[in-house]
């Protein structure tokens, strides 16, 4: 299903920099109050890499991305997302990157053409009505281009904030929880897109709490509970075993008593 | 239901404001007898409350966001009524008595027990401070009603609407110009405060209750039509705007102001009418005191309204919603700045309109000058009290308190000096400094509020 856009995030143009880390997570931490909703995690994706951060409800997904991307400061430890740090220069980290939000719901009034127009110039780019076009046709909401913002269904606004990330063809995506709200042939589009986007030497990261969907599009994942990294590798290293995902994940998260 | 965002201490104290506000500004009253007599001060204070009957009014029937903002969740119950076996008269019938209440006692209570209080002091029969407390709260459902009831005509048909004002509008002017009505006729509440008795008080009663019942039996709520197309109209704007820079901002904010539910009635209701009724206290207020510039003293008022515009260009906009893009809190204030500057063309009308309408156009040019330097200013305060957030953050008593000492003593000393020469108010250009002064901080101060760092 994906059709290999006319992306300029090839894999050649970055020969020079290739397998540099994408993002660099030292010891970050984050606490509210007396909750602690991330525990200094460390990690690193490498450029290339499809990361996948696996967790229950409220184990601290969306406060790590926040984080990495500039839009809450941590509370102790540091990160470098392309090279930049999200807390110095949160900015030119947005500006860099994309990112789709977990809650976030595009403006009431604009159109969804419009957004992606308002978004395009926010950014900065030119050949605006192709860049949203390709991305309209890409995941069949063409229809609803006209239709407010406010009266589109949850899983067309999801479409929208898809687009809208990937509007500048960045070559880090950040993506909270990327496929709620979306029915499975759209699921499918989404991860074939994703992989796609991948092969041709884009990175993501991304958050869910749904197994099958690391296991099948990830490279890597990281299992996060009550705010601490459990365990992070390969995703081939769990199947290898002859492992369930499910059974490992579990076993991990019961095991892990907050110690 | 604000207290969220601020904490409930800053929310419960707004009253406690309030009452010492009163009570502080009654203590002075006989410092001031000579050139504002008590009378004067209690129609002014009438006024006031029949105005904020009015603004919370009007606000009122617009549409869902309103709702929203003022019922929260309640509106879900509102807009589920097509599917709940409640009429949706009889939910609109609570939400005023449930605005009723809570706005008497935010505002009324406060204010009269602060009077009240003050009585002992400046000789005046204590009990003056019950009768205040009825009739304030009467002037404020006055303002209520009236304007429920013309926002419901307004919903029906427009020329309705329109015709209903013109009549009324011609009927009060030419019962003026006769001299048939006083001004304790056309404000009963104020008749029962001068004069407790039951008469002033059944026709109070009367006036606020009658447009009320007609206007809940006859509400329509406009269900937003979800499967209305619009053209892309961000481009054109943007495009025509382009000159001003961030420019897709305030086609956005443009967008928002005109798609929202309402449209224009927003303006109508929230901006026109109450400056229409201000016009009319004016016109009262200058048969008490002599030597006094209506231009001016509205050119005044007619800023500190105008700053409400950047309520309304704040109202449908969040930061949140860029904090994910690559964008400065200090951009996003710019454009509500630029966006404020271009809407303030509305006011600055109808100042022009009021002048060659009144006669008064030979203060015109003070009078401008005391408009744009007080709306730059009363909007400089706001943007640096509240930032992107005025509609809620004005409720915490400390914001509150810091935009009233901010507003008041320029605007007062504004209007006293004009009164020995209009040609005064050219001095409030001078505003024009510390308004520039506090939007530059206001930038840094927010930027760091949204977007915290280490
Ligand atoms: N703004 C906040 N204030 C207080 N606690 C928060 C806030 N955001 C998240 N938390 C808490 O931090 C923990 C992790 O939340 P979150 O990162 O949203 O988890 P996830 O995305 O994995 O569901 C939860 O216990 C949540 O209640
Ligand atoms: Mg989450």
Redesign the interface.
């Known amino acids: 299903m994906y059709t290999g856009c006319r992306c300029s995030f090839k894999k050649n143009r970055w020969m020079v920099t290739h397998m540099q880390q994408m993002i660099e997570a030292t010891e970050l931490t984050k606490n509210y109050g007396t909750v602690t909703a991330v525990n200094r995690i460390s990690l690193s994706v490498a450029e290339g890499e499809l990361f996948g951060l696996l967790g229950p409800n409220g184990s601290g997904k969306t406060t790590m991305i926040r984080m990495l991307t500039g839009q809450i400061p941590p509370t102790a430890g540091s990160a470098r997302v392309m090279g930049i740090d999200p807390a110095k220069d949160p900015v030119e980290v947005r500006r860099s990157i994309g990112i789709i939000p977990e809650q976030e719901t595009p403006p009431s009034f604009l159109t969804a053409e419009e957004y992606l127009h308002f978004v395009a110039k926010i950014r900065n780019l030119d050949a605006i009505d192709e860049r949203c076009g390709r991305w309209f046709d890409l995941l069949e909401f063409g229809d609803k281009r006209d239709v407010l913002c406010k009266d589109l269904s949850r899983g067309t606004r999801q479409k929208l904030m898809f687009a809208q990330a990937f509007l500048h063809e960045p070559r880090l995506a950040l993506i909270d929880e990327p496929l709620i709200n979306l029915d499975p042939i759209m699921q499918r589009t989404v991860k074939d897109f994703l992989r796609g986007y991948v092969r041709d030497g884009g990175t993501v990261f991304l958050s869910t709490h749904i197994l099958e969907i690391a296991e099948e599009i990830c490279d890597r994942i990281g299992v996060i509970h009550n705010g601490r990294l459990l365990h992070s590798g390969p995703v081939e290293d769990l199947t290898a075993t002859g492992r369930h995902l499910e059974s490992f994940f579990l076993d991990l998260v019961r095991g892990d008593t907050g110690a | 239901m604000h207290s969220t965002i601020f904490g409930s201490v800053g929310f419960a104290l707004f009253p406690v404001v309030v009452a010492i506000l009163a009570l502080l500004g009654s203590l002075t009253l006989p410092v001031f007898a000579d050139v504002l007599p008590y009378d004067a001060v209690a129609l002014l204070a009438h006024a006031l409350f029949l105005l904020m009957g009015v603004m919370v009014g009007s606000f009122g029937l617009m549409g869902r966001e309103f709702m929203n903002r003022r019922f929260g969740q309640a509106s879900l119950i509102a807009y589920a009524s097509r599917s709940l076996p409640i009429s949706e008269q009889r939910i609109f019938a609570t939400f005023l008595v449930k605005d009723t209440v809570y706005y008497i006692l935010l505002y009324v209570l406060p204010f009269a027990a602060g009077f009240a209080a003050a009585t002992p002091f400046i000789g005046i029969d204590p009990v003056q401070g019950l009768v205040a407390l009825v009739s304030l709260a009467l002037a404020f459902l006055l303002g209520l009603s009236a304007v429920c009831f013309l926002s419901t005509l307004y919903a029906h048909s427009v020329a309705l609407f329109a015709g209903t004002v013109a009549v009324l509008a011609v009927a009060a002017l030419a019962a003026f110009r006769l001299g048939a009505i006083t001004v304790s006729t056309i404000l009963p509440p104020y008749a029962f405060f001068l004069n407790p008795a039951l008469e002033p008080l059944a026709l109070s009663l009367a006036l606020i209750l009658v447009p009320a019942i007609i206007s809940v039996i006859f509400v329509t709520v406009e269900y937003?039509d979800?499967?209305?197309?619009?053209?892309?109209?961000?481009?054109p704007l943007?495009g025509r705007l382009h000159a001003l820079g961030s420019a897709?901002f305030i086609a956005?904010d443009a967008?928002?102001l005109l798609?929202?539910e309402g449209g224009a009635g927003k303006v109508i209701f929230s901006f026109l009418i109450p400056l229409g009724l201000v016009w009319i206290c004016l016109r009262i207020m200058i048969r008490f005191i002599p030597g006094i510039d209506p231009l001016v003293v509205f050119a005044v008022l007619l800023g500190v309204l105008s700053a409400t515009i950047y309520n309304w260009l704040t109202e449908?906009?969040s930061f949140?919603?860029?904090?994910?893009?690559?964008?400065?809190v200090r951009e996003v204030i710019d454009a509500k700045l630029k966006s404020y500057a271009l809407l303030n063309l509305l006011p600055a009308v109808v100042l022009v309109l009021a002048a060659a309408t009144s006669g008064g156009a030979g203060s015109l040019i003070p009078a401008f000058a005391a408009f744009v330097s007080v709306s730059v200013y009363t909007l400089a305060v706001t943007v640096y009290l509240t930032g992107l957030h005025p509609n809620v953050m004005l409720y915490s008593a400390w914001i509150f308190l810091r935009y009233l000492l901010a507003i008041s003593p320029a605007l007062l000393l504004l209007i006293f000096a004009s009164v020995f020469d209009p040609r005064y108010a050219l001095l409030s250009l001078l505003l024009i400094l510390p308004a520039a002064f506090l939007i530059i901080r206001a930038r840094v101060k927010w930027q760091a509020w949204e977007?915290?760092?280490?």
Do not use: Q
């Open positions: 937003p979800r499967t209305k197309r619009f053209e892309n109209h961000l481009d943007s897709h956005k967008l928002d798609r929202s449908f906009d949140t919603s860029y904090a994910f893009l690559p964008v400065e977007m915290p760092r280490y």
